[in-house]
């Protein structure tokens, strides 16, 4: 069956932030192909697939990702929109999936499910410090960030450099079978 899950997350900015989502994730899958439950899938918006790993290890994402012990999954991103202004952003992605009903592999007491019984996703994220920007430092866009959906709430993000917070998030993403 032809599945579709709406993953949509919030975050507030101060006004000293420069947010920018990044365009990957990893999703809680349960994958058909190897008969597993609650697998991390990898995905990208222009990928024609997920990548389904193995290990619990995250890969990044770059032209010579290593994909030992992970195969293709038929899931992929039909949909990645941003809203919002200087006080908050939103992202809201549309995953795409072939799903079939199994037991797990390794656990046969787990049954796989459209959506999950383990909810998780992971969405990534930079942001800037204009504090450093208008104080001259080259250093003041940051380094690559995430949240994810088993964190402890409310989650901040402060420059690194500074110690400004720039970024709440009050929740988790929300995951949603949609029609």
């Known amino acids: 069956m032809l599945s579709h899950v709406e993953v949509t997350a919030r975050v507030a900015l101060t006004s000293v932030a420069h947010f920018v989502w990044s365009n990957r994730l990893e999703y809680a899958h349960d994958c058909f192909v190897c008969r597993r439950v609650g697998r991390t899938v990898s995905l990208h918006p222009n990928a024609e697939n997920g990548l389904c790993h193995s290990s619990e290890r995250r890969l990044e994402w770059q032209d010579d990702i290593d994909v030992a012990g992970a195969h293709p999954a038929p899931i992929r991103v039909t949909g990645f929109d941003t809203a919002g202004d200087e006080t908050s952003q939103r992202l809201r992605c549309r995953l795409a999936f072939w799903w079939s009903p199994f037991f797990d592999l390794k656990r046969p007491d787990e049954r796989a499910s459209e959506l999950s019984e383990k909810r998780w996703v992971r969405l990534h994220y930079r942001v800037g410090c204009h504090v450093c920007r208008d104080a001259g430092h080259d250093d003041w866009f940051g380094p690559q960030n995430s949240v ?14 500074c110690d400004t917070e720039l970024v709440t998030v009050a929740g988790p993403p929300e995951i949603n079978l949609v029609g």
């Open 148 to 161: 994810q959906s088993n964190q402890v709430w409310p989650v901040t993000s402060s420059c690194q450099r």
